[in-house]
């Protein structure tokens, strides 16, 4: 079974600052996908990046980036210029196409973060 | 184009009550996720939809849960006789098969 760790349960930055989140997975499996979701306060779960674990070099996203470490089984999300719409939980997530895991989402236990005026 | 959407917005019901939660996915879109997301055992997966098949019903707690996809669309989550620990945000994502999920608002249920 594959598990998702976010080890920081919240962080803090300043507005226009850097700020980045870590996730660590377990898994056995070669081909996968992995995922950043953020989820403000409407409830509303909104995909920010997503990751190929075939591809080498790292997705981004505007002000999002992640750095994606295969080996380590690392996947940390790098926000640049934070700004206060960035306010939000944010969950990391793995997916495993094909077979039996039929794409369901193995998610982490979120990193709350706030950016501050 | 239309998200995902999700209704009612906010359940209260009483203990021992029947609900039905309901999702309308993207149009198009063949795979269709149940997630739950609670405070105790974060997020996690209740059924997946391929068209109208479930063949992975594996996160569903227990018998009291339910769901149906119909037409290839709208799907109803159904809890019988529901408990305190059902309350919890329950969310639907749409994608194409083992693609990218895409989340509705969720619905937000408390069992008094």
């Known amino acids: 079974a594959q598990t998702v760790t976010q080890s920081q349960p919240e962080m803090s930055v300043q507005e226009a600052e850097t700020v980045t989140l870590s996730c660590t997975y377990d898994t056995s499996e070669s081909n996968y996908y992995l995922f950043w979701y953020k989820q403000p306060p409407s409830r509303q779960m909104i995909l920010v990046i997503r990751q190929e674990a075939y591809k080498q070099q790292n997705a981004t996203e505007n002000r999002f980036s992640v750095n994606f470490q295969k080996a380590a089984k690392s996947f940390s999300l790098k926000i640049s210029d934070s700004q206060l719409g960035d306010t939000a939980m944010y969950f990391c997530?793995?997916?495993?196409?094909?077979?039996?895991?039929?794409?369901?989402?193995?998610f982490g236990q979120g990193t709350i973060l706030t950016v501050h005026p | 184009g239309a998200g995902v959407s999700q209704s009612p917005s906010n359940k209260v019901t009483e203990k021992g009550k029947d609900v039905e939660l309901r999702c309308d996915p993207i149009s198009g879109h063949t795979a269709l996720y149940w997630y739950r997301q609670s405070l105790g055992q974060g997020l996690e997966f209740l059924i997946y939809f391929q068209g109208n098949s479930a063949p992975d019903k594996s996160g569903l707690p227990s018998d009291r849960f339910s769901a149906e996809r119909t037409g290839g669309s709208v799907s109803t989550l159904t809890i019988q006789r529901t408990q305190q620990e059902d309350s919890a945000v329950y969310l639907c994502?749409?994608?194409?098969?083992?693609?990218?999920?895409?989340f509705g608002p969720g619905t937000r249920l408390l069992v008094l």
């Open positions: 994502a749409s994608g194409q098969v083992q693609e990218t999920q895409y």
């Open positions: 997530a793995f997916m495993t196409p094909g077979g039996t895991s039929y794409g369901k989402l193995t």
